[in-house]
């Protein structure tokens, strides 16, 4: 057999499809982005008071020139530990109701049915909140309210509310009974009035 024959059959025989590669080489990993979400929503909690109840004893005194009327009562603190606002623009409120006697009616000339107070609520925002009542002898118009300052940022602390400068409508005497008021706090977004 002739073996240039051979050689040249060779050559010209098609060459079988060799597999193309691609220049850059496949890879054994891949990725792929799940969008996750969610939402916190604005809360406020005022912290629980340090006690529900201040119980200013006999108000009256019971001896000496003032005899009857309203005592030199001491100053009484509340506070609320734990108080937070999760967002920013907040602001404190007080309401204080006048501390009235349960006798009914206007009490006589001389006497009074209500003892008058300021509480001050502080530890949010920048300045304190303060209310002061002004109940008339009888007890009537006995809530006071006010806002503070604006706290700019989310916070977490304590708010301390301050009863102080305890007096009795026109000095008088105070009617015998069993007295109450009430002072509430709130916390909040600010109002915005339209």
Avoid: H
């Avoid at 009914?104 to 000339?109: I, M």
């Avoid at 300052?149 to 301050?162: E, H, I, M, N, R």
């Avoid at 105070?174 to 709130?186: E, K, M, Q, W």
């Amino acid at each position: 057999m002739n073996t240039s024959f051979f050689k040249a059959a060779l050559l010209s025989l098609p060459l079988f499809a060799q597999p193309v590669f691609a220049q850059e080489a496949a890879s054994d990993t891949d990725s792929a982005q799940v969008a996750v979400t969610g939402s916190v929503a604005r809360l406020c909690i005022l912290g629980e008071p340090s006690r529900a109840v201040v119980n200013l004893g006999q108000m009256a005194q019971t001896s000496g020139a003032g005899v009857g009327r309203l005592a030199a009562l001491s100053d009484q603190t509340v506070s609320l530990p734990g108080t937070f606002c999760n967002f920013a623009g907040s602001t404190l409120g007080v309401t204080a109701s006048a501390i009235v006697g349960s006798a009914t009616g206007a009490p006589p000339s001389g006497f009074a049915n209500a003892v008058n107070y300021t509480a001050t609520a502080s530890g949010w925002g920048s300045e304190a909140t303060i209310a002061t009542t002004t109940a008339a002898a009888d007890g009537s118009s006995p809530d006071a309210s006010a806002s503070g300052s604006v706290q700019p940022q989310p916070k977490l602390g304590t708010v301390d509310v301050a009863l102080s400068s305890f007096t009795a409508p026109q000095n008088g005497l105070l009617v015998a009974g069993d007295y109450s008021g009430l002072v509430t706090v709130t916390l909040g977004p600010v109002q915005v009035s339209e």
